[in-house]
């Protein structure tokens, strides 16, 4: 897998972000090493982050830079889910309201034990 920061974060907070990118593809798609991540930092009121799939095997991952570590943690592994997601050729739903997508209600689910993994793995 490959991952490129397109804007800067903090250096401790790249590396966070890196780590925990390599720990959610090595549980979400541990057999997909031709994935190609785009981290771009974003300060918007209100969103933690996005993931936009972009071509192949290649997404674009926008992460807040006001995120505390757990936050970014917490919302690098959600957009991973996303990411496992149009890997596996699902298609998204855009119609219903953000919190009643079936892609959101998995990411959120998975979020939590993913995010709890990753603290238990760095101990």
């Not at 970014?72 to 009643?100: A, G, P, W």
């Not at 689910?109 to 101990?123: A, C, D, N, P, V």
Request: with cysteine; glycine share 4%.
């Amino acid at each position: 897998m490959m991952i490129e920061f397109e804007s800067k974060f903090a250096k401790v907070k790249e590396d966070v972000i890196a780590n925990a990118v390599a720990y959610g593809q090595s549980i979400l798609f541990p057999h997909n090493d031709d994935v190609y991540i785009n981290i771009i930092a974003i300060r918007k009121e209100g969103l933690c982050g996005d993931c936009m799939f972009e071509d192949d095997d290649e997404f674009t991952i926008r992460l807040n830079k006001s995120l505390s570590i757990k936050e970014l943690v917490t919302t690098v592994l959600h957009e991973l889910v996303h990411v496992k997601q149009y890997l596996e050729c699902k298609i998204m739903d855009t119609e219903s309201r953000y919190e009643e997508r079936w892609q959101e209600i998995e990411a959120h689910q998975l979020e939590k034990q993913l995010t709890e993994g990753y603290f238990g793995s760095i101990r």
